[in-house]
């Protein structure tokens, strides 16, 4: 069922009004008795739960590693040796 919510422009009043598919609204009245309300959007909530979504779907960085992650990555041991190696045989 469709929820909707009002404003009433009158006492600000704010309301939800839940409808089944086939009816309609057609005059909307606040708690109060007034007739005058504008309805109020509102985003949707998304929550990406389960199997299908991957980290990188939630928008924290999602494998990619951060700066003190390069840094540790650039000064490994191995990186290490090569850069030696590289600056003896120059």
């Known amino acids: 069922m469709p929820a909707y919510t009002y404003r009433c422009k009158v006492c600000g009043e704010v309301f939800t009004r839940r409808y089944s598919f086939n009816e309609k609204p057609d ?3 606040c708690p109060n008795g007034h007739t ?3 309805r109020v959007f509102r985003p949707p909530v998304v929550v990406f ?3 299908g979504f991957y980290i990188t779907d939630h928008g924290n960085g999602g494998g990619r590693q951060n700066g003190s992650q390069k ?3 650039k000064s490994s041991p191995e990186n290490t040796a090569k850069e030696k190696a590289k600056a003896e045989a120059n």
């Open 27 to 29: 005059v909307v009245v």
């Open 36 to 38: 005058d309300v504008v």
């Open 49 to 51: 739960k389960g199997s």
């Open 71 to 73: 840094q540790k990555a």
